[in-house]
């Protein structure tokens, strides 16, 4: 059974600061997808990467796929409280089914 | 208009009741899916159907009955229901049978319908 292992599991900075998430595995995926869920709500999608060592950028957030297409990280510069939530990344396997890891809750205090 | 739009949000029920869960999605796609979100937060698909058809059946009780009476509509029942039955469970939508490596073709993702099972 393939897993994504997601760290941390909690996260809890003040504004301003930066920070990084991780997404790991032993297995490799055809495609990985970060997605925020916030309470109440189900997941939004944030990024597709797809080819190893390949960087998307989105506003102040930089997702980055591994080389080996095996891990993901999510970098946030200068963290607002609205970026607030349940980050989840989740990976495509052979099958074309969706992996999915446990998220990083992050709490970004004012 | 929310996208995909699933009832009801919360549903507290006891043990051996049967109950419903209805989901409706208005961006006119062919494929729809039911995830169950447990209480460690972790996603797993339970059924997906392509034009009314069933594509994906993971290995769900079959207690879980998904119906789908047209392409915009996938409704799931749920029979004799168990304390572990109890998550939040989304319904969802793609255009296509999701396969990874469009990036066109999203997976939006409903509200959510938090079940507990008392």
């Known amino acids: ?37 916030e309470p109440g709500e189900g ?17 102040r957030l930089t997702f980055q796929f591994g080389d080996a297409r095996k891990d993901s990280s999510l970098h946030i510069t200068a963290a607002q ?29 004012p | 208009d929310t996208a995909v739009s699933q009832t009801p949000k919360y549903l507290v029920t006891q043990m051996g009741n049967d109950k419903s869960i209805k989901c409706e999605q208005n961006l006119g796609h062919d494929t729809m899916y039911w995830y169950k979100q447990d209480s460690k937060k972790f996603l797993k698909i339970m059924f997906s159907y392509n034009n009314k058809e069933l594509i994906i059946n993971e290995t769900v009780p079959n207690r879980f009955s998904p119906k789908s009476p047209d392409k915009a509509h996938l409704n799931l029942h749920i029979n004799s229901l168990e304390l572990g039955d109890s998550a939040v469970y989304f319904c969802a ?24 099972v008392v």
């Open chain 1, 43 to 59: 997941p939004v999608l944030l990024v597709t990467v797809v080819t190893g060592g390949e960087v998307k950028k989105l506003k």
């Open chain 2, 93 to 116: 939508s793609s255009q296509e049978v999701w396969t990874g490596i469009e990036s066109g073709n999203t997976i939006y993702f409903g509200e959510g319908s938090w079940l507990t």
């Open chain 1, 81 to 109: 409280t609205g970026d607030t939530g349940l980050y989840l990344c989740a990976g495509a396997d052979s099958n074309y089914q969706l992996i999915w890891g446990a998220g990083t809750k992050l709490i970004i205090k």
């Open chain 1, 1 to 37: 059974t393939q897993l994504l292992e997601q760290s941390p599991q909690f996260l809890s900075i003040q504004e301003g600061e930066n920070l990084t998430v991780y997404c790991n595995s032993s297995s490799v995926f055809s495609s990985l997808q970060w997605y925020r869920q």
